[in-house]
Nanobody
C-alpha cells in the first residue's frame, strides 16, 4: 500500500528556515514524480515545487523561487523541501504527493497524498 508521510513542520520566525521531509513506502519510488503542495485556511491547495522521477528536473511556484529547494534521495525513498527566508504568507499545511503522469504543480494530476505537516511563520 502506497504511503507518504510528511515531517519537519513547525513554528518559525520570519526569515527562518525549515526542512520538510516526505518519506515514501509501499511502491516503486523511482517510478513516480513527487510534488509539494500547501493549503492555507480558506484558500485552495497550490503547488509549491515538484521533482521528476528519473531526471530529477524541478519546478517551483513563482512565490517560492529562490527560497525553496526540492530534492530527492532515491536510496532513502525520501523527498525534501528546504525552505529558507520564510515569510508569514508561507504559513500553511504542506503536503507531498506522488504522481505517475508528469511532474507538475497541478494538484489534480497527483494520485496519492500524505496527511500534511503544519508550517507556521510568525514572530
Amino acid at each position: 500500500q502506497l504511503q507518504l508521510v510528511e515531517s519537519g513542520g513547525g513554528l518559525v520566525q520570519p526569515g527562518g528556515s525549515l526542512r520538510l521531509s516526505c518519506a515514501a513506502s509501499g511502491f516503486t519510488w523511482v517510478n513516480y514524480d513527487i510534488g509539494w503542495f500547501r493549503q492555507a485556511p480558506g484558500k485552495e491547495r497550490e503547488g509549491v515545487a515538484c521533482i521528476s522521477r528519473s531526471t530529477s528536473n524541478t519546478a517551483y511556484a513563482d512565490s517560492v523561487k529562490g527560497r525553496f529547494t526540492i530534492s530527492r534521495d532515491n536510496a532513502k525513498n525520501t523527498v525534501y523541501l528546504q525552505m529558507n527566508s520564510l515569510k508569514p504568507e508561507d504559513t500553511a499545511v504542506y503536503y507531498c504527493a506522488a504522481g505517475a503522469y508528469i511532474a507538475t504543480l497541478i494538484p489534480r494530476l497527483y494520485d496519492d497524498w500524505g496527511r500534511g505537516t503544519q508550517v507556521t511563520v510568525s514572530s
